[in-house]
């Protein structure tokens, strides 16, 4: 097969656009947590992290879910359920990307590495997590309360108040949408056996749970604006103007009506994270001006 042809099956795997939930608010709580400017070192070294850790995410994610994914419908044709990737060529890449993932972290400083083994186990145990609990959503939200902590101690080798305040948002924004996520797979689930809110409690309840959860997101980044000793009115007007794209999304999701899930998940969820870091970076800006 041609190279390019086989990056792109790759980047269909691994869901690379998926990136664009997690680094944008990664680097915003960068910009929030660092209490000396970060060299552009530390910076690169966070960027890579994030995508290593994603990427080995996916990777498992993939190889566990095979038996699940060749059956369902939905993703029946992915590339590893339909065979055009092998399973050593997605073990492979899990295993470079722990790897640079573990590396990073020794080269970031000595309490990063020491706790570069709880990531990769939570990233192992989400796929594993929707056979054994009603709750895979929150498991895949702990792992992005994770991101805010892990750079803070990156940065300052530390874990503060704040960093787990912005976990806090990061978690229940998280679980909340993948819970709207899982919604795909309603019926599938259920025939199967696997695990799910929507399966546990009927998608009427799963659809107010998710809300439940992007208000905690909602009042944790108000709290993080209180505790962050940097915050001007930009800041808040940010904050309700990411309010209205969280109601949007769930605007387009009704329980009788679930055909606009793509549209909520992957657009609106886009626009959520790079708001809220454009959002700090300006407050940022004029902080610095005003100051």
């Known amino acids: 097969m041609k190279l390019s042809y086989r990056l792109k ?17 990664g680097l ?8 000396k400017p970060p060299t552009i070192t530390e910076v690169i070294y966070i960027i890579f992290a994030l995508v290593a850790a994603r990427t080995l995410g996916m990777a498992l994610n993939r190889l566990v879910d095979k038996p699940f994914d060749a059956k369902n419908p939905r993703t029946k ?4 359920a339909k065979g055009l990737v092998k399973d050593w060529e997605v073990k492979l890449i899990a295993l470079l990307s722990a790897g640079a993932f573990v590396f990073i ?8 590495f020491m706790l570069s083994p709880v990531v990769i186990f939570l990233l192992w145990f989400y796929p594993f997590s929707k056979r054994i609990t009603y709750f895979p959503h929150l498991v895949l939200g702990l792992v992005y309360f994770l991101i805010p902590i892990a750079i803070d101690v990156a940065l300052n080798e530390q ?3 704040i960093a787990c305040i912005l976990g806090l948002a990061m978690a229940s924004w998280v679980s909340g949408f993948d819970i709207l996520y899982s919604l795909q797979d309603y019926e599938f689930d259920k025939k199967i056996g696997l695990k799910s ?3 546990r409690f009927g998608i009427k309840n ?3 749970i998710a809300k439940g959860l992007h208000l905690i997101t909602f009042f944790s980044l108000i709290l993080t604006g209180i505790l962050y000793p940097k915050t001007t009115f930009i800041y808040y007007t940010g904050l309700f103007l990411i309010s209205a794209f969280l109601v949007y999304e769930h605007s387009l999701i009704k329980e009788n009506d679930l055909s606009k899930i793509n549209k909520a998940f992957f657009t609106t969820n886009g626009f959520i994270s790079i708001a809220f870091f454009i959002v700090v970076l300006i407050n940022n800006f004029y902080f610095q001006i005003k100051t």
């Not at 972290?105 to 990063?112: T, V």
């Open 77 to 80: 044709n992915w590339p590893l």
């Open 159 to 161: 874990i503060s108040l």
């Open 105 to 112: 972290c020794y080269k970031i400083n000595k309490l990063a």
């Open 197 to 199: 809110i929507p399966v």
């Open 9 to 25: 099956l790759y980047s269909e795997l691994l869901k690379l656009e998926h990136t664009i939930f997690a680094l944008p608010f």
């Open 28 to 35: 915003a709580s960068l910009l929030i947590l660092y209490k």
């Open 206 to 208: 799963a659809l107010r």
